[in-house]
């Protein structure tokens, strides 16, 4: 079993949707929780950042922990056509290991 | 606004033939890593360096070596090029401690093995 586990995609979604984006993971220990978005042939960059529990909202998206659940999510409102990329969750646990566990990520596409 | 940057952006190469990736930061950070990206694998930690001079291996180090000898700059060597290399390679970087700092990564290698 991965640490963490991202169903790959693809999804679909016409403009305008609510798009929901999900993580699950396996270590307890686990701490800080980001999203990275990345389009066809570049890097991945940074949209969220979250520590421990709760959630944060930031424009259009907003990221969710449930670390009971061992559950991360990202919620992006209104979609646009720019919004399809693959997003990629990353994790990692208060252990000095400078180590973070990536997804495998999930491709969005938003359709016009 | 250069951040992180990767040279090159493609390569190929024959099996057995050896290269060097380069990334190089401009934004101070003490830490960089080397991953690669593989379908269905996500990225995965080949080393990382926690500053000037150091280095330290990661996930899937073996057949690659790395260099840190100026803070701003992190070299990535394969020896002898294998066709299991081939794989998208990202360059990252981030300030004070790794585990509580977001990384910021280049827009990626990519490398062909025949």
């Known amino acids: 079993q991965k640490e963490v586990e991202q169903d790959p995609g693809p999804l679909s979604v016409p403009e305008g949707a609510i798009v929901s984006l999900n993580c699950t993971y396996s270590n307890s220990a686990f701490q800080y929780f980001m999203w990275y978005r990345q389009y066809s042939r570049k890097g991945p960059e940074l949209l969220m950042y979250?520590?421990?529990?709760g959630n944060k909202e930031d424009g259009r998206f907003t990221a969710q922990v449930d670390k009971s659940s061992k559950y991360i999510s990202l919620f992006i409102r209104d979609s646009q056509p720019s919004d399809s990329a693959t997003y990629l969750c990353?994790?990692?646990?208060?252990?000095?290991?400078?180590?973070?566990?990536f997804g495998t990520g999930t491709r969005l596409k938003v359709l016009a | 606004n250069a951040g992180v940057t990767q040279t090159p952006k493609f390569r190929v190469l024959k099996t057995g033939q050896s290269m060097t990736l380069l990334c190089a930061q401009d934004?101070?950070?003490?830490?960089m890593y080397w991953y690669r990206q593989d379908p269905g694998m996500g990225l995965r930690l080949i080393h990382y360096?926690?500053?000037?001079?150091?280095?330290a291996k990661g996930e899937v180090p073996d057949g690659y070596n790395v260099s840190r000898l100026k803070k701003q700059n992190f070299l990535l060597g394969l020896e002898s090029a294998a066709p299991s290399q081939t794989s998208v390679y990202f360059c990252?970087?981030?300030?004070?401690?790794?585990?509580?700092?977001?990384?910021?990564f280049g827009d990626g290698t990519r490398l062909s093995i025949l």
């Open positions: 990252a970087s981030s300030s004070h401690r790794g585990t509580d700092q977001p990384q910021h």
């Open positions: 360096s926690v500053g000037e001079g150091t280095t």
């Open positions: 934004m101070n950070h003490e830490y």
């Open positions: 979250t520590y421990s529990s």
């Open positions: 990353a994790m990692s646990a208060i252990s000095g290991t400078y180590k973070y566990i």
